[in-house]
Each structure stands twice: as structure tokens, then as C-alpha cells.
């Protein structure tokens, strides 16, 4: 079956986004609380396991303060967070990870269908769209983001959605007609869960990740990029990740 669609997640797989932009929105928000919390780049790395904003922020209060914490000062903190996000995206600090950009672009030539799949929250993609992506973002169809879901990552929900709505669109039959394109054990464990197959990119989380199940992918690398290398699967002999590298992996 021929590759019709790719399937991108966003924070850590297109951008360095934990690690350089979520954390530090974090950790802005917990001072401007006065919150006496600072997630440094090991310490985040752990609250990571839990998926969503949200969802840390009343985890990280419970185990400060031994209780429950209420549920509007947990999504005032959230929207704190956000906007802070909003403003380091603003800032021009983020990037884009070595060759995401020529890789949509490719795909995009090649008449691919692209879309993004994340248990992040919509305000925080159109942010990375508006001041990271720019023109670029016109190659994705469609989004399914965090408040389209019950169940975040690890749980199959976001890539059973984008399959009914390739599916819906006509463009595909199967769901080995698509590639999945993560950075993370959460992220990997979703899409096989899914019955989707999956070329992991590494981020600086996704690398020390020790839930990690390698053999669920067909392919790592630490990144897309021509300084990218291939950790597991076949090799690549255009210097950095093609396309028909990811049509290789399909099939």
C-alpha cells in the first residue's frame, strides 16, 4: 500500500518545545503564583510522564501541599502557563528541529496528506503555527489537539480520530496507508496502540526516556536533519530523512 498520509505530533517532534518553551512557561507561571516550584530540565523530564499541562500542574500541587488542589486555581495556573508559552513563541526562541522543514515540504510536493496529532492544548499549536511554522503550517489538513479527547496520550483516542477524519476526507482505506511521526514514549505507545506504524525522532526527553519501547517503531533517529543517525531500522543513504526513507518504512 502506498504512503498517503503522515501524522506529526508537535511538542518535541517539529519543535524543542518541553524542553525550551513549555518548562520554562511553567516555571514562570509557579513564580508569578509565588509557588516556591522550579522545574529544572531533570525535574521536568520526570513530571512528563503525566500527560497534559493541566494535568501536571494538579499533580505537581497534590504532592506539594497533600491535597487536592481546586480546580480553578489549577486552570488559572494553566492560563498563566499558556500565556507565558504565548509569549516565549513571540519571542522567536523556539525553532524548528533539524528537517522537519524540508520534510513537509516534501511530503507536501508529493501530494501527501499531513496533519498534526497532540494532547496539546489548540492555543498552544496555533502559537507554534503563527511564530514558528509560519507559511509551512498551510501543509496540515487538519489538527487534533488535547480538548478534542477524553484520553490523552498514551491512549490510542488522538490517532483513532485523525483516522476517521483521513478516512472522511478519502483519503485512505487502511491504516497502513499512514506513517506516525513521534518523539516519545507516550507518543509511540498512542500510535501502536492504534495499529499505526511509527518513525520516532528523538527530543532531548524522548532520548533518556526510560519507558521507552524502541521495538514498537520502525525506525529511531536522533533527528531528521543531515547530522540526524539511524539508532534502529534501515539505514539512510540520503544524508538525512526523506521522504522515500519514510516510504521505505511503510512498506
Known amino acids: 500500500m502506498a504512503l498517503r498520509a503522515l501524522l506529526w ?18 516555571n514562570r507561571a509557579f513564580a508569578e503564583a509565588d509557588l516556591p516550584i522550579h522545574w529544572d530540565q531533570d525535574a521536568y523530564g520526570t513530571w512528563l510522564q503525566i500527560s497534559g499541562g493541566h494535568e501536571r500542574i494538579q499533580a505537581q500541587l497534590a504532592a506539594l501541599e497533600g491535597l487536592a488542589p481546586d480546580p480553578q486555581r489549577v486552570a488559572a495556573l494553566q492560563a498563566a502557563k499558556q500565556r507565558h508559552y504565548q509569549q516565549l513563541l513571540a519571542s522567536g526562541s523556539l525553532q524548528l528541529r533539524p528537517g522537519v522543514a524540508a520534510l ?33 503550517a498551510q501543509v496540515f489538513a487538519f489538527w487534533i489537539c488535547g480538548e478534542d479527547v477524553q484520553d490523552k496520550k498514551p491512549h490510542p483516542e488522538a490517532y483513532g480520530l485523525a483516522l476517521d477524519r483521513l478516512s472522511h476526507l478519502g483519503v485512505l482505506d487502511r491504516g497502513d496507508q499512514v506513517l506516525v511521526l513521534e518523539d516519545s514514549a507516550h507518543g509511540l505507545a498512542a500510535a501502536h496502540a492504534a ?55 511503510q512498506r
Open 195 to 249: 495499529g499505526l506504524p511509527a518513525l520516532l525522532t528523538l527530543s532531548h526527553y524522548g532520548a533518556s526516556d526510560r519507558q521507552l519501547n524502541w521495538a514498537c517503531a520502525r525506525a529511531v533517529v536522533t533527528d531528521l536533519g543531515p547530522a540526524g543517525k539511524v539508532l534502529v531500522g534501515p539505514s539512510c543513504h540520503q544524508g538525512q530523512i526523506t521522504l522515500s526513507y519514510l516510504q521505505a518504512l
Open 104 to 136: 513537509l515540504l516534501e511530503a507536501q510536493q508529493a501530494g501527501l496528506v499531513q496533519a498534526i496529532v497532540t494532547t496539546s492544548a489548540r492555543s498552544a499549536v496555533q502559537g507554534l503555527m503563527d511564530h514558528v511554522l509560519g507559511s509551512l
Open 9 to 26: 505530533d508537535v511538542d518535541g517532534t517539529l519543535a524543542e518545545t518541553e524542553r525550551d518553551g513549555h518548562r520554562l512557561a511553567f
